[in-house]
């Protein structure tokens, strides 16, 4: 996805003929929090994944990489952080996977 997450979202509704209040109302929120949503005001709240995804019929899990890709990349945009972190992450993110398996391993 080129465009932001909210943009995303605006082209979806657009797409669709839908408003603000109707999708609002999809996702349970109002069309308030959703415009900012669309206009890179307000954070789009994760809980409501399930409903976008519902409301789109689009698959749940690339949803979710969309969005947290977008925080990952905002966050390494506001510290100035060069591309060795992105590497470092990963590595931080298999020993975490590792070390919760082998937990889980020796609890059963």
Same mark, same amino acid.
């Given at each position: 996805?080129?465009? $932001? ?9 657009? %797409? &669709?003929?839908?408003?603000?209040? %109707? ?7 109002? &069309? ?6 669309? *206009? ?12 976008? &995804? ?10 979710? &990489? ?8 905002? *966050? ?5 952080? $060069? ?20 937990? *889980?391993?020796?609890?059963?």
């Amino acid at each position: 996805m080129e465009a $932001n997450f909210g943009e995303y979202i605006r082209k979806l509704r657009t %797409q &669709s003929g839908w408003t603000l209040t %109707q999708l609002g109302a999809k996702l349970g929120i109002d &069309s308030g929090a959703l415009s900012k949503i669309e *206009t890179g005001k307000k954070e789009f709240d994760e809980e409501l994944l399930p409903n976008l &995804s519902v409301a789109f019929n689009l698959d749940y899990e690339m949803l979710k &990489s969309e969005l947290i890709s977008e925080k990952i990349a905002k *966050t390494l945009y506001q510290y100035k952080c $060069n591309d060795n972190v992105l590497t470092l992450a990963e590595q931080k993110v298999k020993y975490i996977r590792q070390k919760n398996t082998k937990q *889980t391993t020796l609890k059963l």
